[in-house]
């Protein structure tokens, strides 16, 4: 994590780095065998069709997986893509593959960290949840590291989309505050479209862009350290 946080692996704008992502796909998603560049264009142009006025959703959905650069420096896929959940607590039981996939992870057998609080306080909130690593994590710290325009809601979205054990399991219900109910709202409306847009239908990806460059001048400009 903090090799990834000194933001000195590539510089590139957005759209050089989804360009990036044709060469990727992601080893963990069932749904559909498509370059990630053409899921985020789906995505995108999904919540353009629902959220006509709401801009900086539209680029949300355009960039919301480009953390996934990390695999291009040796960063295994495992550690970048999938689902995220908390650590430092006891590990929800919608975690995928919980009973297996942990059996050699020390904090299961750590009282510090294997309890139903562990590290943390009672409805401390989402925020102060320390989660496994991966894309989502990475991207929000970037877009903060690299200045963007885009608001607080779309960062959430963004932080929030693979941690599919509190928003689609129910777990972490004890660590959450009431003001965490509007940011599952719309982890869930977001996830609506990176979920169900998957398809072999291509999008035209050349006829799209300057609508998507002038929203990328318009939240994140220029070239972005990563």
Request: hydrophobic share 35%; aromatic share 16%; with cysteine.
């Amino acid at each position: 994590m903090n090799t990834w946080l000194k933001f000195n692996h590539y510089k590139g704008n957005v759209r050089k780095t989804l360009e990036k992502l044709n060469e990727l796909v992601d080893e963990s998603d069932p749904d559909v065998d498509v370059p990630n560049i053409v899921h985020a264009f789906q995505t995108a142009e999904r919540i353009r069709q629902d959220y006509p006025n709401e801009d900086w959703f539209h680029l949300t959905g355009l960039i919301h997986d480009l953390g996934k650069i990390m695999a291009f420096y040796d960063e295994p896929q495992w550690a970048v893509v999938g689902d995220t959940f908390a650590v430092g607590c006891e590990w929800g039981p919608s975690i995928v593959y919980r009973d297996t996939s942990f059996e050699d992870n020390p904090d299961g057998k750590n009282p510090k960290y294997n309890t139903k609080y562990g590290m943390y306080e009672p409805n401390c909130g989402l925020e102060q949840l320390l989660l496994s690593w991966g894309h989502d994590e990475y991207l929000y710290r970037a877009l903060i590291h690299n200045k963007t325009k885009l608001p607080k809601v779309a960062l959430q979205m963004i932080r929030y989309h693979s941690f599919y054990p509190w928003h689609a399991g129910g777990d972490y219900s004890h660590l959450m505050k009431p003001e965490d109910e509007e940011i599952k709202k719309w982890v869930l409306i977001f996830n609506q479209y990176d979920l169900y847009t998957k398809s072999e239908k291509i999008p035209n990806i050349e006829e799209l862009w300057p609508y998507y460059e002038s929203l990328i001048e318009k939240y994140l400009p220029g070239v972005l350290e990563w």
